[in-house]
């Protein structure tokens, strides 16, 4: 007993010489590394002529994005349920960039709709050798008391169809040796954002499940598909959510970012290979510092103060009434 008690105050002596002083050299020397490799090592590859698609990219940061590939020299499908809205961007980004761009309904919850893209793709414009996961929900009709059925298509648009998607496009990337995923999370992957647990949940198993797939290509020693996953914050792309961040308070903490700006800083860290990407870029240090904390510091640090909890609260009140 006296000999597994000295055990275990050793291993907390040593937990603490490590967190207090070896991480922050190993900190120090990786971010530094890890910088000089992504901004002044790595060239950015190009991507001209390649085939992108890119999910819910009809309106909002999807649309954004396609813009910033066309602007590369790439072929984009718009692939959104608002067929009426994908085929209007479409033509807007063939006429301005002068590449080929198509416009595709899809449901992304349907693993055989995402097989048909990819027949009608291929044969339209070229196989698709770049997957932009950007389809999502990202609020309910009620907030504070989701039904059944809302939650469940969260689920299945934000976090099941990377599944499909995935599974689908990376054939194309094998036969052909080169490829490129990416993933858009959101900030709310990283840090909690209270009254949104299925929101958070399917952000948080993206970050995950693109973390799996890295190691699952190493383990296939396959090189050739980059990964890359990106954190957004608060966008002003989305009427509601511009909304919710205003009247929460969170704009008074940061100002609510161009659709634009996000998809720039997205496409030039994937062509980077970048593998993951918190806009803006403090998050980054900053959720990894706050897990150093005990879990019940980090739930103080992440809702303190609670005026801004209940300002949370009343914002989704107004949204609902609205």
């Not at 992304?108 to 997957?131: F, S």
């Not at 709310?188 to 399917?202: D, I, M, N, R």
Request: with cysteine; glycine share 6%.
């Amino acid at each position: 007993m006296f000999r597994k008690t000295v055990h275990k105050i050793f291993a907390w002596i040593m937990a603490g010489v490590f967190s207090f002083l070896v991480f922050p050299i190993f900190f120090v020397i990786s971010f530094v590394a890890v910088n000089i490799d992504n901004w002044l090592l790595k060239e950015k590859k190009s991507i001209e002529g390649e085939v992108a698609v890119i999910t819910g990219s009809a309106g909002g940061l999807g649309k954004c994005i396609a813009k910033e590939l066309a602007a590369k020299g790439c072929n984009v499908a718009i692939c959104d349920i608002n067929y009426e809205l994908a085929v209007s961007t479409a033509q807007e980004i063939a006429d301005k960039y002068g590449v080929k761009a198509k416009a595709y309904k899809v449901d992304v919850t349907k693993y055989q709709e995402i097989v048909e893209l990819n027949e009608k793709l291929t044969k339209d414009i070229g196989a698709a050798t770049i997957l932009v996961n950007n389809a999502g929900l990202l609020l309910h009709s009620d907030q504070l008391n989701p039904s059944l059925e809302e939650i469940d298509l969260m689920v299945k648009v934000n976090y099941t169809s990377h599944f499909w998607t995935n599974r689908v496009f990376m054939e194309n990337m094998k036969k052909v040796r080169k490829g490129h995923i990416m993933a858009i999370s959101s900030i709310a992957g990283l840090v909690t954002l209270p009254q949104s647990e299925p929101y958070c949940s399917t952000k948080t198993a993206v970050r995950t499940l693109m973390r799996v797939l890295r190691a699952d290509l190493k383990l296939q020693e396959i090189n050739y598909i980059g990964l890359t996953t990106v954190f957004p914050s608060f966008l002003q792309t989305h009427g509601l959510v511009k909304q919710l961040a205003t009247e929460s308070g969170y704009a008074d903490l940061y100002p609510l970012m161009a659709g634009e700006e996000v998809a720039k800083r997205a496409v030039n860290g994937m062509l980077r290979d970048e593998v993951e990407i918190a806009i803006p870029g403090f998050f980054a240090l900053s959720y990894r510092l706050l897990t150093l904390l005990p879990a019940k510091a980090q739930d103080w640090v992440t809702y303190a103060p609670i005026s801004r909890m209940n300002g949370v609260k009343k914002a989704f009140e107004s949204i609902k009434r609205k």
